[in-house]
């Protein structure tokens, strides 16, 4: 079985852009959740989509957005990008909702804003 | 206070011997999961857990609901399991908090 795949896997930006990153989870997950990583912040919790609703989102401005298609497939999207963007965003994906269940991970779309 | 924390920060070791990472926590939680991560950002799900204890080949994973902390045990460690182990607890669906991470690296 394929496993989570995003693209891009790197994106550079400027301030004020903004940015959608794309993640297919592995076939028959339902659940795809985000996540964001930065060196001084770590791993932060965005959102997890279930059924094309929000299930559950963390503490990030309303820049920050995001979308689940039919087929599961889910998109993140940044509005009016800050220097603090910057980062290594993950997706990864599980069966049911709720992170009571073995997440997979995609590898990451490394964003740079400049 | 950070919500889940970690230690070591860092741990060197040699090959061969038994390595123990600590986490704990001061929120309630559901489950508690241990993520690999190696150089270049790639996440593996190691364990996830919501009471006892837990094997996959080398690694080990406790729990102690009561005294809000887990352990994951490596034996007989190798180069291969150099990466940065983090600890994640999902606060009953409401929200993922991840630790800090401690990074391994095991010397030949």
């Known amino acids: 079985k394929a496993g989570v795949t995003q693209t891009p896997r790197y994106l550079i930006k400027t301030r004020g852009q903004q940015v959608t990153l794309s993640c297919s989870p592995i076939s028959g997950h339902r659940s795809v959740s985000w996540y964001q990583q930065t060196p001084g912040q770590g791993l932060q919790f965005l959102f997890e989509?279930?059924?094309?609703?929000?299930?559950n989102k963390g503490n990030f401005p309303g820049r920050f957005s995001g979308r689940q298609f039919s087929n599961s497939r889910s998109e993140m999207n940044v509005s009016t990008l800050e220097l603090g963007d910057s980062a290594l965003y993950l997706c990864?994906?599980?069966?049911?909702?709720?992170?009571?269940?073995?997440?997979?991970f995609g590898p990451g779309t490394r964003l740079l804003v400049l | 206070k950070n919500e889940v924390e970690q230690s070591p920060q860092n741990l060197t070791a040699q090959e061969g011997e038994f390595i123990t990472i600590n986490c704990s926590y001061s929120?309630?939680?559901?489950?508690l999961h241990w993520l690999q991560q190696h150089p270049g950002g790639g996440i593996v799900s190691l364990f996830m857990l919501s009471s006892g204890k837990k094997k996959h080949g080398r690694l080990i994973a406790t729990i102690n609901i009561q005294e809000k902390h887990s352990s994951l045990h490596i034996t007989a460690s190798h180069p291969r399991d150099s990466a940065v182990y983090i600890c994640?607890?999902?606060?009953?669906?409401?929200?993922?908090?991840f630790g800090p991470g401690t990074r391994l690296s095991v010397l030949p």
């Open positions: 990864a994906s599980s069966l049911r909702w709720g992170q009571q269940e073995t997440q997979y």
């Open positions: 929120v309630g939680i559901s489950a």
């Open positions: 994640a607890v999902d606060n009953y669906g409401q929200n993922f908090v």
């Open positions: 989509y279930f059924s094309e609703t929000q299930r």
